[in-house]
């Protein structure tokens, strides 16, 4: 019954390849993110959707690729994969405030994180 | 614009030591405050919360008071046990749904 689940736990793979990482959340949140996480702990929000649409699009290349299919799944594609992008991936979502009556005290709730290594 | 500053680490503590890691942050409005810790290999979850001025969040030994008119939320333990060795984050979510957070402190607690 894990609240938000993404897979794969580990990713390594070689330069200039393409990838998926997959999330999913049971929690029947309306809204869903990606971050990423360096080597220094450091977060940084890449996307968020709501009810399938994209919200925030953070300065993130044009090779990541979000795709929504409902609002349970927020998957994240990757193309032509560089050294750079080796860092933790998180899969997060959070409640609508609208449908909270205006509450903004919903929390993030977290996956387990994707280590991806490029080598 | 919104920011969260939290100390910076390691923070390296005996067990049965008192903890605080302070957490300031910028915002407009009211916003929610957060804490987060990440044990190694996980990811980050929910440890408490305060959500207006005064409001006192509390999970597991770990306190923090929102206090508005120092715009702190700073995390407390009286004594750490090995186990809370982990990496803490500070964070706020604004009256436009966004989340910030603080880069993070990393505690070590020696036995």
């Known amino acids: 019954d894990t609240a938000v689940s993404q897979t794969p736990k580990y990713l390594v793979t070689q330069m200039g390849n393409d990838k998926s990482i997959k999330c999913e959340q049971n929690l029947g949140h309306d809204t869903m993110y990606w971050y990423k996480q360096d080597s220094k702990k450091f977060l940084k929000i890449m996307f968020s959707y709501n009810n399938k649409e994209l919200i925030i699009n953070e300065t993130v290349p044009n090779r990541f690729s979000p795709k929504s299919p409902d609002k349970a799944h927020l998957n994240l594609h990757i193309n032509s994969l560089e050294l750079g992008d080796s860092a933790v991936y998180f899969c997060?979502?959070?409640?609508?405030?609208?449908?909270?009556?205006?509450?903004?005290?919903?929390?993030?709730?977290f996956g387990n994180g994707t280590r991806l290594t490029v080598t | 614009g919104n920011s969260v500053t939290q100390m910076e680490g390691p923070v390296t503590l005996s067990e049965e030591a008192f903890l605080t890691i302070n957490c300031t942050y910028t915002a407009t409005g009211y916003p929610s405050l957060f804490w987060y810790v990440q044990y190694p290999g996980e990811g980050l979850q929910l440890l408490l919360k305060a959500t207006k001025a005064d409001d006192k969040g509390s999970n597991k030994g770990f306190e923090a008071t929102y206090r508005k008119e120092t715009t702190s939320f700073h995390l407390e333990k009286g004594s750490v046990q090995v186990s809370d060795s982990a990496v803490y984050f500070c964070a706020l979510r604004d009256n436009f749904n966004k989340f910030y957070f603080g880069s993070g402190t990393k505690l070590n607690v020696k036995p």
């Open positions: 997060a979502s959070s409640q609508d405030p609208e449908s909270l009556s205006g509450n903004y005290n919903s929390p993030l709730h």
